[in-house]
């Protein structure tokens, strides 16, 4: 039908879209996203705003209204929300009409990043493939490793309590039941604690096809959880006795997030393969990267009958992500953003310490690697008063015996702050602000905190059930 017409649908305009009201956009929510979770977002107040810009440290909102951001989408804004050296290196960019898509030529972006990634990477870890996810990252990871290992001994040894991703193999070493649901993945895995050099080293001895061990170097959706001293340099000692390639996953943990570039740095050892997303992107660009040591993917990939099998996806390594990925790390340095996230975390830490020791009844643990830090609250499961039990729980199973959601929920309300959840540990509030953060936004941010909790359990639970019924 050579002449046929085509009819544009009824399409919202860029301009129609930036001007949706916060009731249009939980309508086409509902209708086109994630119906069910709304749910969560009510129960936060969260669906009461809409973000009309971002600058630094802050969300401005359609009242006008600023939010301190100590959420960072997890760990992913390390330059800050539109930091302005990302801004002009992206308006440049288009002005100049650079190329995006890197297939059919190399790209001068991509491998300008790629040869980055080696300068920062420690010992022989040079080789970078580039993608646009933490999960992309990790399934590339996962596949190198297989490779290289063969597969008689392809088995991965994850850890409890691990996040790695929603993709298939990503989830397949993902601890949780939950996100696996009764999805098919990988059957050659075996799970291991955490943080435990007998329980890795009687792992590896009794089967020996266990050739690839996968480990977050701190579990973020765990709750901040790090492993205690000397562990990572059991790990690689077993991981070099055992002939297994050791993936740290520093997707969340990485970029200087704890106060070195990569966390695997403080034990002063190197994995065989690292993986990087969120920060990497400066906030502003979808950007993953898995980067290997040299022997592991030459003897994977390394010839041209075994480079393409991995050869990058369409958007791997596209120019002005690429771009901006190489912008936000000179910016790292630059403004010495790794020194700043080593000297306010500790003092986060260390201001935090003294409101858990003022609450210890409500405060259980405070523990963090530079700005990568959980405030663990006690669980109220079976303390709360009855009367405010059942309030809690006619209102959310989840929230029963946390003071988390209680918690984020008033700081968004009543102090204009934003709290990030933790995806396993329903008592721990995640705070991984932008590495940008100054000392005077720690004492807001804390101070705010202690105003909260000075008003003790039972008046935050019912400021908060009041706040959820008014949102219902
Ligand atoms: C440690 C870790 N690995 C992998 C991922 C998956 O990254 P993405 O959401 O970009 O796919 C995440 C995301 O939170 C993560 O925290």
Known sequence: MP??????????SVEQAKNLDVLAVTDLFCEHMNPGQLHFLKLLGFNKVKVESAEGMYYTDQNGRKILDFFGGFGSVACGHNHPRLLAMRKRFQDEKRHEIAIAFMSQYAAALSKNLAAIAPEDLDMVFLGTSGSEAVEAALKLAERFQGPERAKIAYAEHSFHGKTRGALSVTDSEFYQSSFRLLNNRVRIPFGDSTALEEALRND?????LILETVQGGAGIVGAPTGYWQDVRRLCDQYNVVWIADEVQCGVGRTGLFFAFEHAGVAPDIVTLAKSLGGGKAAMGAMIARRSVYMAAYGAPQTALIHGPATFGGMGEASCTSIETLNILYDENLIENSARQGAYLLERLQKVQAKYPNIIKEVRGYGLMIGLEFC????????????????????LKGSLCGFVGCLLLKEYDILVAFTEYNRNVIRLEPPLVVTREQVDTFVDALDDLLSRGVTRIVTAFAKEVVGNK
Not at 3 to 12: A, D, G, M, R
Not at 379 to 391: A, E, I, M, Q, Y
């Open 3 to 12: 002449n046929q017409t085509i009819n544009k649908p009824e399409l919202l």
């Open 379 to 398: 669980d109220f499961s079976n303390t709360l008063p009855f009367g405010l039990r059942t309030v809690v729980s006619v209102l959310d199973n989840k």
């Open 208 to 212: 020996s096809s266990i050739g690839v």
